[in-house]
Structures are given as structure tokens and as C-alpha cells.
């Protein structure tokens, strides 16, 4: 968990850190001392998740060091803020400016709503409604269905809620991937299997993998 929580991070720093060095080695420092923590596992760990680890780590590092110096640099610009608001000169708060690339960019993986909504300073109910208005996300199922019933009353079904954001992969179909993935790691448990699913672009429940596994 702290490795995919560790990812999550970097991955939020190189797109909205450029430029600022020191919060940048912060996240440098923070993947040099995971690294040092799982060296003194690292034995009981099969070998290929060992590889995983310390690649993945390893393509972290790399990529903070280029985006230091890139943030050495001086600007050719002013820095771009994430979330301006518009002033409209009507009543009430002025709506709040996304982009929609960095949005795109930005929703990945395990990143939720309110974290994105931290770096926007905004609810995350908006970043809900702009990925839906940038068709970055499926609508969810409706909370109710009625239907009308032979004696002419009305039945009301609630839907249990979820994430729009998740998996569509049928309970079979994914049975066979993750049959697929265990076949070429054998050694993956859980929570690589989960690693990998991300890598893939399936953000899946851990009750489905758990189920599947």
C-alpha cells in the first residue's frame, strides 16, 4: 500500500510541482528513504516483485531528477496556476477555471476526488461534474428506478452507490486477466496484482480482486 501511495504522490508532484526544487527533492528524499526502508525486506520478498519495486522506484527517482533540473531552469513563463476563477462580474462565487488536459492528466490511477479538489481548492463535487462535462467519466447509475407495478402503483429500486470510475470489466473477464497476470508473476500477490491492474488502465475494487484472487 505504501509503495501505490508513494507512486500516487510523484505521479501528483511532476505535473504540478515543475519549477518548485525543493517540494520536488522533498518527494526525491521520500523514495530514497522507501528504498532504503524495503532494502531490509527485500529477502523475503519474491524476486519478481523485488524487480517491480525497485524499478518502479528507480523510474521515480530518475524522473524527479529530471524534472530538478528542468526546474532549474529559468522560466520562459509565468507559472501556470491549477484552477483560476473567472470573473464573471454576476453575483455569487465566480466558477472555478479547468483545464481539461491537466484534468486528463491528473485523474489517474487512485487519485481521488478530494485530493484533486485540494489541488484545485475547490469542492470535489466540481471535479466530479467537470470530469463528467469533459467526458473523463461515465455517469453513475441512477440512486433510484421506478416502475409501474400491474395494481398501478409505483415500485421504487434503489441502486446501491459506486464509483463511475471504475473497472467495467466483467467478473469473468477479469478472472481471466487476473489469471493471465498470475500465469506471468506467480509470485504477485494481492496488492501487486492491484499494482499492475492500475498499470493497465482497470482501477478495480479490492472486493473484486480479493474475490477473483
Known sequence: ??????????????RT???????????KRLCLQFLD???????????????????SVSCMITALDAAVTSSSDP???????????????SVGRPPINIDRAD????????????RLAELYHCHPRTIRRR????????????????????????SRTYNVGSSSDLSLLSDRDLDQLILNIYNQFPSFG????????????????????????
Open 37 to 55: 526502508s524495503i532494502s531490509q525486506h527485500l529477502q523475503i520478498l519474491p524476486p519478481a516483485e523485488q524487480q517491480v519495486i525497485t524499478t
Open 17 to 27: 510541482q515543475l519549477g518548485d526544487a525543493a517540494r520536488l527533492m522533498e518527494q
Open 103 to 114: 484534468l486528463a492528466v491528473l485523474n489517474v490511477g487512485r487519485v481521488s476526488h478530494t
Open 75 to 89: 522560466p520562459d513563463a509565468p507559472p501556470v496556476g491549477l484552477g483560476s476563477r473567472a470573473t464573471q462580474g
Open 131 to 154: 470530469l463528467l462535462e469533459y467526458g473523463l467519466s461515465a455517469p453513475g447509475p441512477p440512486v433510484y428506478i421506478d416502475e409501474p407495478q400491474l395494481d398501478g402503483s409505483i
Open 190 to 213: 494481492r496488492r501487486m496484482i492491484d499494482g499492475y491492474l492500475l498499470q493497465l488502465g482497470e482501477r478495480v475494487p479490492r472486493r473484486r480482486i480479493i474475490e477473483s484472487y
Open 1 to 14: 500500500q505504501s509503495f501505490l501511495t508513494l507512486g500516487e504522490r510523484v505521479h501528483i508532484a511532476l
